[in-house]
């Protein structure tokens, strides 16, 4: 092919005779589709604003995360009430336990924590053992500065983070508070929030030496890219990120002439393909005289690129990366412990989850339950969301509120569940992870009643649910067992809802301090459990007037410490002892989700919730005369007793938080509560159970006695009673057992109750034996007057059981 051409600018005028005849419009489509890829990279690629823009933003939510342990440590020995302890720990040492021991509750990491005296003149590094000048200058800059920012000592497996703090301002300071958690925490923020393993590298500088490798880039850095370093603030770690350096002067032209002529290219082959060239009359020759000619191109001239710019002043990569002791003070952590293992980074993102069938079983009498990954997915979410919006359709009672508990596997199940929702055209308000009562409180606040609470509440951590509300009635027996069928059927609303994000957390907190003020402040201390309630529950408890010690408030969806569930005694242990520690009037619990709550007294003793019921009954009925308090099955007999001497009505009534809400709604109760700790108030609330507004109802009622809490709580009527008592099953059984128990069992000269499993009540005490609704296992308790009486009843019950099935392990 022969071209001879002239480019005018404005026109493209062809002058001479163009051979089109034998191009292969193919080729020349191929050979602009590259141009304009290689053109694209060039220009968007690394050093493009969008590269750069995307990578800087990875960093910054990378940087994010890690500042997120440094700043949680932070706001701990920041808190009111450790310096407090920490001041009371200066000037008697004999109490530096109690500081120990209340610190490690909040942080749970915690690997030491030591209390300097305020004067560092006589004190030498070297008696600080191991990093001792590194420690000693963090102690002097939280001196001057309130704060020192928080690094790494040491290497390998015994490297730790450092944080410093003074205790008090700087004219009176009263020590100086140096706490140690293990490196490879923040080290996990940093690993677990990369875009892509060795995207970035991390290091620590202090200004004075060389930087610390901490991990490297996965390659080296290259001629053509620079490293641009962000501080993670509060620390002397920084995070690098790579960046593609500019070109200068007239490179920047080479991707667009690329771009340019990759468009000619193709177009024309484009148009060769639709549109074959055919030559003029007078072009056209015999094919066969026709000379093979060498294809001839004018050379086009190019701006010339100029090479890159110098690197931003500072550290080579090379030496900024280096794995050497420095011997700065500092220390570095061995690359082998914490260099990123591309393999197995790989397989942890290619890891494919199978997709989880939708079983029937998940659908409980009052709300939907699973194990996440078994029975339960984002999938399933979806689908339950679509059944969900299309019942709020139908009964006009949107926009469907939603939220999550902190357990790992909820944002994975609100995610589904938003889309599900939406997608039948129903508007969705998405609130975060709150406890299950701001959700209630959203529900009633912004809408018309109707919320889906993602929680496992408390269940352990690979479980979780859904508690769902429509129109203010909770969903419950056929209510939720009919979605499934539903789902199956594919009776379903289709349309495209609005998503929108709301903050109550404020607007919670604000409602209730209103109402709640009181009388006299009291010393509590907040077990969290590691549950959602860690986000508000001391915050509520102080904006009434409360003096709260927060314990275990750092949310943590694998409930570290202990498990999430105030009504079994082992996981109040904790509270226990440290409402002993710090003289504290009164010990309160919550669950996973919030929305139970438990308390203990400053001697030890467990206040279970149907004497507390007791409490709340008798306060409600001095403003609501003649009211109905409902009950469930499980609670003492004394609180029968008590509703009618304070002018109630009582009324047992089944297990379950839906339950006992509708049946409230149905009777116009006041008030209502069951054994498990949820308290239902209707009375200057909304009728739904939240334990942190529980919790201040309670501690309203104690602050307006003269008497010592301990002392109001032990004047109630009390019995000799068992805890709820676990039989485990499988799943599905322990609903046949109580049908066949309450066909076969007898129970001479005892009153027999069957609303709920099979309760039998004696002069002087009872048993019952119900199936739990939530997970495969029978509930049994007993209570009576006296040890004599409960262990009779005991021995009553366990020659039923075990003559319906002589193979049950019975806890008692």
């Given at each position: 092919m022969k071209i001879n051409q002239k480019l005018d600018f404005g026109n493209i005028v062809v002058l001479?005779?163009?051979?089109?005849?034998?191009?292969?419009?193919?080729?020349?489509?191929?050979?602009?589709?590259?141009?304009?890829?290689?053109?694209?990279?060039?220009?968007?690629?690394?050093?493009?604003?969008?590269?750069?823009?995307?990578?800087l933003a990875q960093a910054q939510r990378t940087m994010s995360q890690m500042s997120s342990v440094v700043q949680s440590m932070r706001r701990v020995l920041e808190d009111e009430q450790v310096q407090e302890l920490a001041a009371i720990a200066?000037?008697?040492?004999?109490?530096?336990?109690?500081?120990?021991?209340?610190?490690?509750?909040?942080?749970?990491?915690?690997?030491?924590?030591?209390?300097?005296?305020?004067?560092?003149?006589?004190?030498?590094?070297?008696?600080?053992?191991?990093?001792?000048?590194?420690?000693?200058d963090m102690l002097m800059t939280a001196k001057e500065s309130g704060l020192a920012p928080a690094q790494i000592h040491g290497k390998g497996e015994t490297a730790y983070l450092a944080m410093a703090v003074r205790v008090g301002d700087e004219e009176s300071a009263a020590g100086l508070l140096f706490v140690r958690i293990p490196s490879a925490v923040i080290v996990a923020a940093f690993n677990g929030a990369l875009p892509a393993a060795g995207e970035f590298s991390l290091d620590q500088y202090n200004g004075r030496f060389k930087p610390s490798a901490i991990s490297n880039f996965a390659e080296p850095v290259t001629s053509s890219e620079r490293v641009t370093w962000l501080r993670v603030p509060g620390t002397l770690l920084r995070i690098g990120l790579k960046q593609q350096v500019r070109v200068i002067g007239g490179g920047a032209a080479i991707p667009l002439l690329l771009f340019i002529f990759g468009l000619i290219l193709t177009g024309v082959g484009l148009l060769l393909k639709f549109r074959p060239y055919q030559p003029?009359?007078?072009?056209?020759?015999?094919?066969?005289?026709?000379?093979d000619q060498p294809v001839v191109v004018e050379p086009v001239d190019l701006p010339e690129v100029e090479p890159p710019g110098p690197k931003t002043p500072g550290p080579e990569p090379k030496e900024a990366h280096s794995n050497n002791d420095r011997g700065d003070g500092f220390g570095v952590i061995d690359l082998p412990d914490l260099s990123f293992n591309l393999e197995k980074r790989d397989l942890v993102r290619k890891k494919f989850n199978p997709p989880v069938e939708l079983v029937e079983s998940i659908f409980k009498?009052?709300?939907?339950?699973?194990?996440?990954?078994?029975?339960?997915?984002?999938?399933?979410?979806?689908?339950?969301?679509?059944?969900?919006?299309?019942?709020?359709?139908?009964?006009?009672?949107?926009?469907?509120?939603?939220?999550?508990?902190?357990?790992?596997?909820?944002?994975?199940?609100?995610?589904?569940?938003?889309?599900?929702?939406?997608?039948t055209g129903c508007d969705v308000i998405d609130i975060g992870a709150v406890p299950t009562g701001v959700l209630y409180y959203a529900a009633y606040e912004l809408g018309s009643g109707t919320g889906v609470m993602v929680t496992g509440s408390h269940n352990p951590p690979d479980y979780n649910g859904f508690k769902l509300l429509i129109g203010g009635v909770t969903q419950a027996g056929d209510d939720?067992?009919?979605?499934?069928?539903?789902?199956k059927s594919g009776n379903l609303r289709l349309g495209k809802g609005k998503v929108r994000r709301e903050t109550m957390l404020d607007s919670y907190r604000e409602r209730i301090s209103g109402d709640i003020q009181l009388k006299r402040p009291l010393k509590v201390v907040a077990d969290c459990g590691n549950g959602i309630g860690g986000v508000c529950a001391a915050d509520v408890l102080r904006d009434i007037g409360a003096e709260v010690f927060p314990l275990f408030d750092e949310v943590d969806g694998s409930f570290p410490n202990h498990h999430p569930d105030p009504s079994?005694?082992?996981?109040?242990?904790?509270?226990?002892?440290?409402?002993?520690?710090?003289?504290?009037?009164?010990?309160?619990?919550?669950?996973?989700?919030?929305?139970r709550l438990g308390v203990v007294t400053k001697s030890g003793e467990i206040i279970y919730a149907d004497r507390l019921m007791m409490l709340f009954a008798k306060d409600v009925l001095s403003r609501e005369p003649g009211g109905t308090i409902i009950y469930d099955v499980k609670c003492t007999g004394h609180l029968r007793e008590v509703i009618e001497e304070s002018g109630g009505k009582p009324m047992m009534y089944k297990t379950g938080h839906s339950l006992i809400k509708n049946k409230m709604k149905e009777v116009d109760s006041p008030f209502a509560g069951?054994?498990?700790?949820?308290?239902?108030?209707?009375?200057?609330?909304?009728?739904?159970?939240?334990?942190?507004?529980?919790?201040?109802?309670?501690?309203?009622?104690?602050?307006?006695?003269?008497?010592?809490?301990?002392?109001?709580?032990?004047?109630?009527?009390?019995?000799?009673?068992?805890?709820?008592?676990?039989?485990?099953?499988?799943?599905?059984e322990n609903h046949a057992f109580v049908k066949e128990f309450q066909e076969k069992a007898r129970f001479v000269d005892a009153k027999i109750t069957t609303i709920d499993g099979l309760r039998a009540d004696y002069e002087d005490g009872w048993g019952l034996v119900r199936a739990s609704n939530t997970t495969p296992i029978l509930v049994v308790r007993f209570d009576a007057d006296s040890e004599t009486a409960l262990q009779r009843i005991k021995d009553i019950f366990k020659y039923q059981m075990l003559a319906v099935n002589d193979k049950l392990d019975l806890p008692f």
């Open positions: 001479k005779k163009l051979h089109l005849d034998r191009v292969n419009p193919f080729a020349l489509v191929i050979a602009g589709a590259v141009m304009l890829v290689i053109a694209a990279m060039l220009l968007f690629s690394g050093g493009g604003p969008g590269g750069s823009e995307k990578i200066a000037a008697a040492p004999d109490k530096i336990p109690n500081l120990q021991q209340y610190v490690r509750g909040r942080i749970p990491d915690l690997l030491d924590l030591k209390l300097y005296t305020a004067k560092l003149v006589d004190l030498q590094g070297t008696e600080l053992g191991p990093y001792g000048y590194a420690i000693l003029p009359v007078e072009l056209r020759e015999d094919p066969l005289q026709i000379e009498a009052y709300d939907i339950r699973g194990v996440v990954g078994e029975t339960l997915d984002a999938e399933i979410a979806r689908r339950i969301g679509q059944v969900m919006g299309s019942m709020t359709l139908e009964q006009d009672a949107g926009p469907v509120i939603v939220a999550r508990d902190g357990r790992d596997s909820g944002y994975d199940l609100v995610e589904g569940l938003i889309e599900g929702i939406s997608s939720i067992t009919g979605m499934y069928t539903r789902i079994e005694p082992e996981n109040l242990n904790d509270l226990i002892e440290a409402v002993q520690m710090m003289d504290a009037d009164l010990g309160i619990a919550f669950d996973g989700d919030a929305d069951e054994m498990s700790g949820h308290f239902f108030f209707k009375e200057r609330w909304y009728g739904f159970d939240c334990g942190i507004y529980s919790a201040a109802r309670l501690l309203e009622i104690l602050a307006a006695d003269e008497r010592d809490p301990e002392e109001v709580l032990n004047s109630l009527p009390n019995s000799v009673s068992t805890p709820e008592l676990k039989v485990h099953m499988q799943e599905g």
